[in-house]
Every structure is written in C-alpha cells, then in structure tokens.
C-alpha cells in the first residue's frame, strides 16, 4: 500500500470537498469572495435597518413642521444633521422615508415583475408553437410603447396611490424578464430530466413548477437585483414630474425634485442624491457579484 504525503493528502481532501459542494454551496463561496458585493450587501442591510427603525427613533417626525426653522443649514442643533426643508420639516428623517419608500417601491415592484415575467415566459417556453408565437408578440407590442408614457398613462388612469405605484411600474417592467426565462426554458424543454418526467405522465405545470423554475432561478436572481435600481430609477422620475408618491409622504426622488427647486439650499439636494447613490451602486454591485458568482462558465 502507498503511503501519501500530508500535503498530498490534504490536496485530495480538499477536491474531495470541493467536488462534493453543490452548484449553490459553490455561488455562495464565490460570492462571498467578492469584496465589492460583501461591502454592498453589508452597506443595503444597514441601511434597510435604518430606512425602518430610523425614523421611529428619530426625534422628528417626517411630516412635522417647524415654521421658524424654515430652510435651516445643517446643525446639531435641535438634531437638525440634514438640515431642514422649506417648509421647516427635518430632512434626515424626511430622507429616511424617502429611502424607505423607494426602497419599497423598487422591491415590490421587482416582486410584481418577477411573477408575471417568470410565468409568463415559462408558459410560452415551455408550450411552444402557436401559443409561444401569440404570446411574445404581446410582448412585442407592449415593448414597441413608450416605458414612461405608458406608466404615467397608468397613474394617470387609476390614481397617485402607493400601491398603484408598484403595480404600474412592475406591469411595464416583466417584459424583459419573460424572454430571459423563456429562452431559458425552450432550453431545457429538451433536457433528458424533462423528457423523463414527461414519459411520466407528469403535467405541464407541474413539470414548469418542478423542473423548469428551479433552474432558471440564477438568471432571475441576478436580474431581479440589476432591476430594483431601475424601477428606483423610475420612481424618481415620476416623484420628478409630480405623478408619484403625494405630501406628506415622499421618496428619494421627490426630495432630489425639491431639492432642484431650491438651489440656494445646496443639502435639500446634497443628501437626498448622495442617499440614492449608494443605494443604487450597491444594488448593482451585487447584482455583479451574483452574476460572476452563478455564470457556469467562470467555474
């Protein structure tokens, strides 16, 4: 019998572990790996914490005004950090829900995409034919409309209201989402594991339930992050043109817009961009570190 060296040994253990990780035990490795993304999902989980519990602690509230601090700069006084509005509301706490609303904006809307982008390509991919060909050229159409003329249509037609907010915005926005999972379904539609479950007898939509979803999971996870900016994005610019959230509530957005209003108050502009900066910088910072983590071909 060969007797192996320590180091030798040590080397076929550690293939050992490598070989017998999952595909997902491995993305975790590698995205853990990445400083940048590690940085940005420690930065967003800060401040998700402070969009939530800062304004409860927060000696202001948002829609409190103070009329003889009206446009204050800055100060530690009074808890002032961000200054003050021109209408003498605390700006911290006013950018806190900002950050917490667009925040909120750009997850259930990516949420609301996600379900319709997902079913709906997987439906068309998974069937083929007829119904593939009607479906995407639906797909077709709404892509030929304007992004924004048809959300402020949206808004325009049912209202200002928060929740018609997400829903507009994610209705124009699973577009994209269906073809990423519709080509990747009519790719593993002539998988031997699909095949095999449909000499089984296994239904349509148990088979895209299955076996379709689960491995077209990594595309959309990396999709979905590099979308929550977008539709952040797309909120701000509604909140620009005066057809998002409504007084008192506000967003990121809406205090950049205010902020423009009023260049003679440089931090109503300053920290309400700042905020958004690294909200949306992290975004896509881990939405590149899950790409790079989940590409089969950087394994």
């Given at each position: 019998m060969i007797a192996l060296a320590p180091s030798a040994r040590a080397e076929l253990a550690e293939a050992a572990a490598v070989k017998g990780r999952s595909l997902w035990e491995d993305a975790r490795g590698r995205l853990f790996r990445n400083k940048a993304a590690v940085a940005s999902l420690l930065v967003l989980g800060f401040l998700v914490v402070l969009a939530i519990f800062g304004p409860m602690?927060?000696?202001?509230?948002?829609?409190?005004?103070?009329?003889?601090?009206?446009?204050?700069?800055?100060?530690?006084?009074?808890?002032?950090?961000?200054?003050?509005?021109?209408?003498?509301?605390?700006?911290?706490?006013?950018?806190?829900?900002?950050?917490?609303?667009?925040?909120?904006?750009?997850?259930?809307?990516?949420?609301?995409?996600?379900?319709?982008?997902?079913?709906?390509?997987?439906?068309?991919?998974?069937?083929?034919?007829?119904?593939?060909?009607?479906?995407?050229?639906?797909?077709?159409?709404?892509?030929?409309?304007?992004?924004?003329?048809f959300v402020i249509l949206l808004m325009v037609t049912f209202g200002k209201q928060l929740v018609l907010i997400f829903v507009a915005i994610g209705a124009v926005e699973w577009l994209t989402m269906a073809r990423i999972v519709r080509g990747q379904t009519i790719s593993l539609r002539r998988k031997e594991f699909v095949e095999a479950a449909e000499a089984a007898g296994v239904r349509g939509p148990v088979i895209i339930r299955r076996h379709i979803l689960p491995n077209v999971l990594g595309p959309v996870v990396?999709?979905?992050?590099?979308?929550?900016?977008?539709?952040?994005?797309?909120?701000?610019?509604?909140?620009?043109?005066?057809?998002?959230?409504?007084?008192?509530?506000?967003?990121?957005?809406?205090?950049?817009?205010?902020?423009?209003?009023?260049?003679y108050k440089p931090w109503m502009l300053l920290f309400p961009s700042i905020v958004m900066m690294i909200t949306l910088l992290a975004f896509n910072f881990i939405g590149d570190g899950l790409r790079d983590a989940i590409d089969p071909k950087d394994r």
């Open positions: 602690l927060w000696p202001h509230d948002y829609a409190t005004i103070y009329r003889d601090r009206v446009g204050i700069a800055p100060t530690f006084e009074n808890l002032h950090i961000f200054g003050t509005d021109a209408q003498g509301r605390d700006l911290f706490v006013r950018t806190l829900i900002g950050l917490r609303v667009s925040l909120a904006v750009g997850v259930i809307a990516t949420g609301v995409a996600l379900v319709i982008g997902v079913i709906w390509g997987a439906t068309a991919g998974y069937l083929g034919g007829r119904v593939d060909n009607v479906m995407m050229r639906i797909v077709d159409i709404m892509y030929s409309l304007p992004y924004i003329f990396v999709y979905a992050t590099l979308t929550v900016p977008v539709i952040i994005l797309a909120e701000s610019f509604l909140s620009f043109l005066g057809l998002g959230v409504q007084e008192p509530l506000t967003s990121l957005g809406k205090l950049i817009s205010n902020g423009a209003d009023d260049m």
